[in-house]
């Protein structure tokens, strides 16, 4: 385990188990003199203040933590705060009532849910889409090429049924007609506990999204899935009705979708909507 | 007259019953949400019973572990003349404050196939301990022994030393003395350090998930069924999650003598 890894599980490790501690330092004074500085040099951007709460799927990690800091550079009064899970689990928490302004999901089955239960204010909009890889130790020496060969890898790291990645994962390896025994799959509660069982443990392989395969802390190799044998994920964003901070939320989703948005999310391998 | 002196005032009472409410309403909320008449079919159903067998188990192997790990090591830390013993009790105590994922981390960076030990033991013996049982029952053990050398240390030290020499003057040697004049004495401290120890074990997650991976009828123990039942299957997870209280519950109630009897 290089230390990059490790630092970034002990990151993760983190995260979980310090949720949502956004800084609360009320910005009301200072946003004055920024919105003013603002109006004199930008032309009249809505003036936004307030913290909301991105509820992500875990894939979105990185763009998503670049795409906050460009947009609360853009708005000095709003602060961004992630909560980065699997959309099943995020899902789940926003139903019971998390506070949550914005979610982005890998999926639209998790995004209907919460449309259907009429938690979301306005329509879902597509933001990019994903395709899913295999990842490999690096330099592959259990030497998989392509998804027949994780049937008789040894133990692959695939996400929970209820995740996204998962699901698509189950689509994939069924629809190639592979059949991993039970007892050789091990489930990530999230894409990046999927992917760290390969990189940071002793899976032998794992699927998870093209874009982590490819990310900056994967310390492992990716290996192709061809597109007639690949699942296409759809991520939908929405400001959720209950937001206290409707206009930042708004923003928010405006933001991603825009212009800066796309860039950040194509550079980070995303495909466009 | 005195007693009455001795209570403490009503506005003290009125926040030690929120302390109290603190526990008992999300317990009280558990068992509201539980489904009793599907409780019996979550049970019975296949994941939640590998997930009991693997916890039983793993548990019981980690318990067994501890105690002949734990009883030696209590031993050393409370009558050796060691140099250094309140360094290796502080290593004792880490596990108990460390966040278990952490601990998790700490046993891949060791254990897996390319940790500091793991890699021998894989590459001369072939053993791998990651997404295996015995991993598991690792890292059960790395996060619940403490709490038997702990309890049994204490036990130890608190035992008047002199019984001790008066057996030794009678010539007993250092085996028979510990096993015939301090074991029977202590053995209330070491039941309830092997009580609590498996309850840690059986409670186990962070470590588990980290260090043994989340395989399905093979390292997927009682907590990590719950965590991940809890998306899509609320029932199963609530069910899981009674069946632990009342292990919980049955813990307490073991150790009450011990615990609730003494003030």
Known sequence: ?273 | MSESARRPPPAVSAVGLVAVALFAVPLAGLLSKVEWSTLVDDLSSAAAVDALRLSLVSSIGATAISVGLGLPLAWVLARANLRGRSFVRSLVLVPMVLPPVVGGVALLSAFSRTGLVGEPLYEWFGVQLTFTLWGAVLAEVFVAMPFFVITVEAAIRGFDSRYEDAAASLGARRWVTFGRVILPQIRPAVVAGAVLTWARALGEFGATITFAGNIAGRTQTLPLAVYLALEGRTSLALALSVVLLAVSLGVIVALRDRWLQRA
């Open chain 1, 1 to 273: 385990m290089t230390p990059r890894s490790l630092a970034a599980l002990l990151a993760a490790a983190t995260l979980v188990a310090l949720p949502a501690c956004g800084d609360d330092t009320d910005s009301s004074e200072s946003t004055d003199t920024t919105a003013a500085a603002e109006a004199a040099t930008t032309t009249a951007a809505p003036e936004l203040d307030g913290e909301i709460v991105v509820s992500a799927a875990a894939s979105l990690t990185e763009s998503f933590t670049e795409l906050g800091e460009q947009f609360e550079a853009e708005h000095p009064g709003v602060t961004v705060t992630f909560n980065f899970d699997s959309s099943g689990t995020l899902a789940t928490q926003i139903q019971s009532g998390a506070p949550a302004d914005v979610f982005a999901s890998a999926d639209t089955t998790n995004m209907g849910k919460l449309a259907d239960a009429g938690l979301l204010a306005g329509d879902a909009v597509t933001f990019a889409r994903n395709r899913l890889a295999i990842v490999v130790k690096p330099g592959n020496p259990a030497g998989i090429d392509e998804l027949d060969d994780l049937a008789t890898a040894g133990i692959v790291s695939l996400c929970v049924e209820t995740a996204p990645c998962g699901k698509y994962a189950d689509q994939v390896l069924s629809a190639a007609g592979v059949v991993i025994p039970a007892d050789k799959v091990t489930r990530g509660q999230n894409v990046k506990a999927t992917l760290s069982a390969v990189a940071d443990s002793d899976a032998v392989a794992g699927i998870v999204y093209t874009t982590d395969a490819q990310g900056a802390d994967a310390d492992t190799d990716e290996v192709e899935i061809p597109d007639a044998d690949n699942a296409l994920a759809d991520y939908p964003i929405a400001a959720i009705k209950a937001s206290a901070e409707p206009e930042a939320a708004a923003a928010f989703v405006e933001f991603v979708t825009g212009e800066a948005g796309q860039k950040v999310l194509s550079e980070a391998g995303f495909l466009q909507p």
